[in-house]
């Protein structure tokens, strides 16, 4: 920027921004033009800094401003002056008569020192090229930019996140505060500061090639969606903070809704792609200035066609939300009047949701389970479908009282319409005058002017509709959507079973009404999630196996409670593999195809996702056994057994030489088998994983050697098998034994380790011992021995870990083996199980009987038998209703019951 522009800007600031009384509006349009006009020479930082030096600086003389005056040309002297008159108009647009008067002042004194008379021809021709750019400047497309709200989501995650870590670690809740009030918000503000300035370079360099970002006025959007979103967030976190300890509320409500406002209103960031500013530039191409007769008439047309059709909508919205609203307010006021709930019922119904959310963000089930048995009765229903009805009441009234809004903007432009119309007529007869006597009518370009001006000022006005229209609907379907919860809420009176038929009707309806739609977007999802998921495949594979040794890290290095880390990596995993299963091509080129009938291609198809699902059952399994819930050992046998059978296939399938595809499919499923075996704990598992695993190191380095016969997937599974079941085989046994150790004792010592090794080793021959003549006593002593020294050093420091686990098991088999053998009549012997089966109640005793050891019933009545094989039948008895005296689960109190009374 030249310095004779330079100076131009800062005269002109001096002469505007000390003209005594100027409001504000006029201020900021000043400014908007002044960025605009200044706009490629300056950045809107460097103007604002003029603006801001000059705004205080006025011209206090004659003498000064002629002075000022004196350093501008010619032009810019015009220029000056046209401003002024500009101004002046737009003052008298406020029918503000003192600040006309001001205006008209410091115009006239700044006229009297430039030398230029009023009327002259280059201030005329200047004020109306300046009366064009602002034309231009108001009338600049507008460049939406929706608003990206993931760094609130971001936000509103981590906070829960750490509720639950709170929960879960046991800490004291208070100190949530300093991480909500400061931590996240920080956090947040730094990811918004780095992405804004990435989203603002690149809208920047997007604008730059359509023209340059002051040629638009670019805003930022936030749709309804995003604004229900927030609605949560606020919502939830005021109700959040409500649940913790010691929370100051009206803190959390007027803290929480000033860091949404401030993030709105301040931190807005969003990136805008070049797809929607072309859609948002080819819909906003309707200019009226230059629209010819014939032209105009179809813009009148299609305003009051839009107009028509947004007061149709109108009226259907309305009557809508009268009947709904006043059909679900009669509902509230008819359970209210007919006493079918009282205050009492809906204090407790309160306090039911109270109860069971403030259990579940503690993380405690039992609580959970009993708020929402509180909230199943009938009372708690009806309670439920007067809150329903009373929101939903809202929701219609709020559309209701848009009206009014909608009816002053109908107005206007019915006005405008009505005006451009009234043009139009006289526009059309003046032009067939023109068309008849071929002369010019000077009239016929003025009418033109003014329908177009009109119709311009009718199509602006027209936009002020959507944003009303947008509220209403918005409303409408809340309060549409809520009526179908109210109904759904009602019919649980009746029976579910109807509950889930006005789900499924709905469902249905939206599908389809939808469903090309849906079916464009399920297409799209599938091929975009295909793609990603092979693009990051690796790490995607690395991120499902890293939990299982951030377990180990966790626990050992920081003593922390991580045992759902394992049962989750081992989910991930298995989901991983089936997914990759699924959606990968698979080709191989070595190979060629796997069948080239069509047919057989099917049935291939059939076997991979076979494979697929039970891969993903065996891993839902795994985390159901690691879980230790019902049914786990269940799934385990259904998946394998089928895995094992279709290995068969597969290796038929995937080799060329088909007799030895089918010999390396059983060894695949003998491996599967042995899984079974293992994780079941039946004999013969190590001897099927050495069978196993010796079988496919031969069988991978033939596929090695022989690398064209066998399919790259079927080599993946072979060598994966194999990888899995060394690690999980017998030679790598004392290393994950180990591994154990460390993980159950949390600790890296050596000393300590090889001291829980001595203990465990110990107590793993007990169970062998049971029915081997004759009895080692010694090694049994030395068990029990190893094992107190235990109880004594760790006691419950590291909960009933696998340590203990073992020690139980190995009793309890003991024992039960002994019962159920011939050896049942030696007395030594029993007296032997007996001690063992004492030194587990001490166990059980030590935690409270507050284990989820499975078959726990049968091993607390593992010592009652023994002492009625004995035939110390009264301390039986006793041994019974000391246990009955504990705490116990609800099935295993039932069971020693029934025992007990069989006794007396």
């Known amino acids: 920027m030249s310095s004779s522009d330079k100076h131009l800007l800062e005269f002109i600031a001096r002469v505007v921004y000390n003209i005594e009384d100027l409001p504000g509006r006029l201020k900021v349009f000043f400014n908007r033009f002044m960025t605009f006009h200044f706009s490629e020479q300056l950045s809107v930082n460097q103007i604002q800094d003029i603006e801001n030096r000059n705004a205080s600086k006025g011209f206090f003389s004659e003498a000064e401003l002629a002075q000022s005056a004196a350093q501008l040309s010619a032009e810019q002297r015009v220029w000056a002056a046209a401003v002024m008159l500009v101004l002046q108009t737009e003052a008298g647009r406020m029918d503000d008569r003192k600040v006309l008067r001001n205006i008209g002042q410091a115009s006239g004194r700044l006229l009297d020192v430039l030398a230029i008379g009023s009327q002259s021809v280059e201030l005329q021709a200047a004020r109306k090229s300046i009366e064009a750019e602002v034309h231009q400047f108001n009338n600049r497309p507008v460049v939406q930019v929706r608003t990206a709200l993931w760094p609130l989501g971001v936000d509103y995650a981590l906070r829960w996140a750490w509720v639950f870590v709170f929960s879960y670690l046991g800490y004291d809740k208070q100190f949530l505060v300093i991480f909500n009030t400061f931590l996240f918000p920080l956090l947040t503000f730094g990811i918004v500061y780095l992405a804004g300035r990435s989203y603002r370079r690149a809208n920047r360099k997007l604008l730059e090639e359509f023209g340059g970002e002051h040629r638009f006025l670019v805003r930022y959007k936030v749709s309804t969606v995003q604004y229900t979103w927030l609605a949560f967030f606020f919502g939830s976190g005021v109700y959040v903070s409500y649940l913790l300890p010691d929370q100051s509320h009206v803190f959390a409500v007027v803290g929480l809704l000033v860091y949404y406002m401030v993030y709105l209103r301040y931190l807005r960031i969003g990136k805008l792609s070049e797809n929607e500013l072309v859609k948002q530039l080819e819909k906003d191409n309707l200019r009226t200035e230059n ?47 007919t006493e079918l709930i009282s205050f009492k019922d809906l ?111 009718a199509n602006v006005i027209l936009k002020e509709i959507a944003p009303v229209m947008t509220y209403m609907e ?37 599908v389809y009404f939808n469903r090309a739609r849906l079916n464009d977007i399920s297409k799209s999802l599938v091929l975009n999630f295909r793609l ?138 003998i491996g599967g088998v042995g899984a079974l075996f293992k994780f079941l704990h039946l ?43 060394l690690w999980f085989g017998p030679f790598t046994f004392s290393v994950r034994h180990w591994l154990t150790l460390a993980y159950e004792n949390e600790t890296l010592n050596y000393a300590e380790i090889r001291h829980v090794h001595e203990v465990t080793s110990a107590n793993e021959v007990v169970y062998d011992l049971a029915l081997i003549q004759p009895l080692d006593t010694v090694a049994i002593a030395l068990a029990i021995s190893q094992a107190e020294g235990y109880m004594q050093e760790y006691g419950t420091r590291f909960g009933f870990n696998a340590i203990y686990d073992g020690m139980v098991r190995m009793r309890y088999g003991f024992g039960s083996d002994v019962l159920q053998s011939d050896l049942k009549s030696d007395r030594v012997r029993l007296e ?73």
């Not at 394992?566 to 997914?579: G, H, K, N, Q």
């Open 532 to 669: 990603r998921f092979i693009q990051w495949g690796t790490y995607l594979l690395l991120l499902s196996i890293f939990p299982y040794f951030l377990a180990y890290i966790l626990k050992i290095g920081f003593h922390m409670r991580v045992e759902l880390l394992f049962p989750v990596s081992a989910f991930l995993t298995s989901s991983y593999i089936s997914l990759w299963l699924v959606i990968a091509s698979h080709v191989d080129e070595r190979f060629g195809e796997i069948e080239m009938d069509k047919q057989i291609l099917k049935r291939w198809n059939v076997i991979r996702n076979l494979v697929a699902i039970n891969i993903l059952l065996f891993g839902v399994a795994w985390l159901m056994k690691l879980l230790q819930l019902m049914g786990a050992n269940e799934a385990l046998m259904v998946s394998l057994l089928s895995l094992s059978a279709l290995m068969y296939f597969v290796g038929y399938m995937l080799a060329k030489v088909k007799w030895v595809g089918v010999v390396a499919g059983g060894a695949l499923a």
């Open 291 to 337: 629209l010819s007769v014939d032209e105009n008439d179809e813009v009148i047309v299609s305003l009051e066609t839009k107009l028509n059709s947004a007061a149709s909508r109108l009226e259907a919205y309305v009557l809508e939300s009268a009947l709904f609203g006043a059909l679900s307010f009669s509902g509230f006021l008819q359970i209210i009047a």
């Open 347 to 457: 204090e407790a119904f309160a306090a039911y949701i109270y109860s069971a959310s403030q259990s579940f963000i503690d993380l405690n089930g039992a609580g959970v389970e009993a708020g929402l048995a509180g909230l199943s009765t009938k009372q708690s229903l009806f309670c439920l479908v007067s809150v329903e009805s009373l929101i939903c009441s809202i929701f219609f009234l709020a559309v209701i009282a848009s009206r009014l809004r909608f009816s002053n903007i109908t107005d206007r432009v019915r006005t405008a319409i009505n005006m451009a119309r009234a043009y139009n007529e006289k526009e059309e007869s003046l032009h067939e005058e023109q068309e008849i006597s071929g002369r010019k009518i000077s009239r016929l370009e003025e009418l033109t002017r003014k329908v177009n001006a009109q119709l311009q000022e």
């Open 683 to 725: 004999n013969g598992a190590n001897e099927m994983a050495l069978v196993a695993t010796v079988s496919l190191i031969v069988l991978c380095v033939l596929m090695l050697i022989f690398r064209n016969l066998f399919h790259k997937l079927y080599v993946r599974f072979c060598f994966g098998t194999l990888v899995v079941g």
């Open 474 to 510: 918005y409303f409408r379907n809340a309060g549409i959507l809520t009526f179908v919860v109210i109904l759904i809420s009602s019919s649980l009176f009746i029976t579910g079973t109807l509950g889930w038929m006005f789900i499924a009707l709905v469902v249905a309806t939206f």
């Open 832 to 904: 032997w199980a007996l001690k063992l089966a004492q030194q587990n109640m001490r166990i059980w005793r030590m935690f409270d009987f507050r284990t989820e050891w499975v078959g726990i019933t049968e091993a607390l009545q593992i010592e009652s038998d023994l002492l009625l094989a004995l035939g110390r039948k009264e301390e039986a008895r006793r041994s019974l209703q000391l246990l009955l005296a504990n705490s116990l689960p609800k099935e295993t109190d039932v069971a020693l019951r029934k025992r007990l009374k069989s006794l007396l």
